[in-house]
């Protein structure tokens, strides 16, 4: 039986993992052969975040 609450927070896991994917890969590598640290660190702890929120989301829906 699908849970509507779930099944929203697995939707907004999702695509704040996709989004925040994109935004590490524009942010952390603003030039070729250049990467900024504080910035990947940053947008890859997010991502991992929605990440979990993803899973977690599809575990209980």
Do not use: E, Y
Not at 37 to 59: E, N, P, S
């Amino acid at each position: 039986m699908l849970h509507d609450g779930w099944a929203v927070i697995c939707q907004v896991g999702l695509w704040g993992w996709i989004a925040s994917t994109m935004v590490l890969i524009v942010k952390a590598f603003p030039k070729r052969g250049t990467m900024n640290g504080k910035a990947a660190a940053r947008w890859w702890g997010a991502m991992a975040v929605f990440f979990t929120i993803w899973i977690v989301g599809m575990v209980l829906a």
